[in-house]
């Protein structure tokens, strides 16, 4: 139980376009859902905390106008990188919780890796 | 603000040696602690979790005891594996806030 999953598992785009990522709880309804960022050999930077229904909190120095996120329902979140550029490129992995509270456990999804070209 | 510390890898062990790997924190409250595994080009997965003071989780013959005393929660294996090859984070949730804050990760290589 609890599996996340994301959507796609890789894309390449052209600099100036914009790149939509699903993240989806399978099996569980998600209060919550978590955006990271992940450089290589690096741990994970949280991006944003994204609540269904309500609109998304960005950690300190994350553009919310470039990185969309959209909660519209218990199992599904989306980031679109918006006028992606290269220094875009990152591996990006979503993550839920439970809903309800009942649980601080967070279920990561597979992650997703964008490349602009 | 609450922080976590991990040992810096990598650890390139042989198989069946003893792992440790160390994880130590800062933070108010009783935050809940955890140990995530990253296998190449993949996401995170679950492997252990402790809520409370002297739990201790286990999982897959990886174990670890959140240790406030000493504000640690190192995660041990007395058998490693070729397929235990990975990178290991440690995470904390704090008190009243399901965020959560990650250590740089170990990169532990096991040699058949």
């Known amino acids: 139980g609890a599996v996340v999953s994301q959507h796609p598992s890789w894309v390449i785009c052209k600099s100036g376009t914009s790149v939509k990522i699903e993240c989806r709880s399978l099996d569980f309804q998600a209060t919550t859902m978590f955006w990271y960022r992940q450089f290589p050999k690096q741990s994970l930077m949280l991006m944003a905390t994204s609540n269904e229904g309500s609109k998304a909190t960005y950690e300190q120095g994350v553009e919310k106008d470039k990185f969309l996120i959209n909660h519209a329902s218990l199992t599904l979140s989306t980031l679109t990188v918006t006028s992606a550029h290269p220094e875009d490129s990152s591996f990006y992995i979503c993550s839920a919780s439970l809903a309800g509270g009942r649980s601080d456990t967070q279920y990561f999804g597979p992650g997703t890796r964008l490349t602009v070209l | ?112």
């Open chain 2, 1 to 112: 603000g609450n922080s976590v510390t991990q040992m810096e890898g990598p650890v390139t062990l042989s198989e069946e040696a003893f792992l440790t790997i160390n994880c130590t924190y800062t933070a108010t409250g009783y935050p809940s602690l955890f140990w995530y595994v990253q296998y190449p080009g993949e996401g995170l997965q679950l492997l252990l979790k402790a809520t409370k003071a002297d739990d201790k989780g286990s999982n897959k013959g990886f174990e670890a005891t959140y240790r406030k005393e000493t504000t640690s929660f190192h995660l041990e294996k007395g058998s490693v594996q070729v397929s235990d090859s990975a990178v290991y984070f440690c995470a904390l949730s704090g008190s009243g806030t399901y965020k959560y804050i990650f250590g740089t990760g170990t990169r532990l290589k096991v040699l058949a």
